[in-house]
């Protein structure tokens, strides 16, 4: 339900509460090009890569920026959405971000200025709340993307808000979500796109073999050792997600995608999973990736291609990729349930 509308302020300026929806960014094209100032900004956070610039910077500019931009962008021509290739729109994760943004917007009504900002790239967070500032608000709400707190993911989107403040004479109040791995919207999406797609499949059997999986983003193990709650986060949303839906012993599996480099990453991985789950012969595996707001690069391709393909050649059968936020009703109902949680008392 829409939010009482504040009097419009006769000096021009728009002194609404802003709430930024932040997530993690993508290239403006897939190209090597685009992909390219993309990758650098990335991996130059020290929150990503946690080694000493003076020893990562010569093999990121070396090595990794002369040769994984051209395969990142072949992997983005995948799922860039068609007849958009020189637009950041093509890209899942803004599309979706944006229509979050609009559809956002419309529950809450114009008492508050809902704004999309991304990490890395564009539209970048500083240049979104040195905007907001500009046009007058002073209150700055911020939710990361992420439902599962780790200092790579929500923490390094609260320093970038930070460096914002830090260079700020006149600074805003700012307000922000650290994760939500447990809320009942939350939950509940996850919940409901699963019941929607066993209403067409049935429930996997895990009698029969058949398994789900519940894939999240990995972490180098060097950052869960150093005390990162990132892993716990996850076990808990799997933990409230299996008692929702009262799954069955043996079923559900928690596992950790999207390692890079040679450290080792917390496990177990996706990837080996999905393999040793096609040897063994399983007749059905569906997988959703609850950490994943947006779909995006490491859904549509690592997921939805190749881990698709690793587990059918394996000798698996049935494969579902199992969207769940995007623009559905449960995204949206998540972000209004956070909504309310940080703008309380500026509405």
Known sequence: ????????????????????????????????????????????????????????????????????????????????????????????????????????????????????????????????????????????????????????????????????????????????????????????????ALEQHWQVHGRPDPAAGERLLLSFHSIPQAMHDAGDPYRGDCERTVERLSRRLGLPDGLAHLTFQSVFGPAAWIGPATIDTVGELGRAGCPRLDIICPGFFSDCLETLEEINQLNRETFTTAGGGSFHYIPWGNDSDGAVATLVEQAGNVLTGWI
């Open 1 to 192: 339900m829409p939010l009482s509308p504040t009097a419009p302020d006769p000096s021009g300026a728009d002194e609404r509460p802003a709430l930024i929806l932040a997530n993690l960014g993508t290239p403006a094209a897939p190209t090597a090009r685009a992909v390219r100032p993309f990758l650098r900004e990335f991996l130059s956070d020290r929150r990503i890569v946690e080694t000493h610039p003076l020893l990562w910077r010569p093999v990121l500019e070396a090595i990794i920026l002369r040769v994984r931009p051209r395969a990142s962008a072949a992997k983005y021509a995948t799922i860039w959405r068609p007849g958009e290739e020189t637009s950041r729109s093509g890209s899942p994760l803004m599309h979706f971000s944006e229509r979050q943004g609009q559809l956002l917007q419309r529950e809450l009504g114009e008492s508050v200025q809902v704004r999309v900002a991304m990490r890395y790239g564009q539209p970048a967070l500083r240049r979104v709340m040195g905007e907001l500032m500009e046009a007058g608000c002073r209150r700055i709400a911020l939710i990361p993307l992420y439902p599962q707190y780790a200092a790579s993911s929500a923490g390094t989107v609260v320093d970038e808000a930070a460096r914002f403040i830090l260079a700020s004479r006149n600074q805003p109040e700012l307000r922000t979500i650290r994760s939500f791995e447990t809320a009942p919207a939350y939950i509940e999406a996850l919940a409901t």
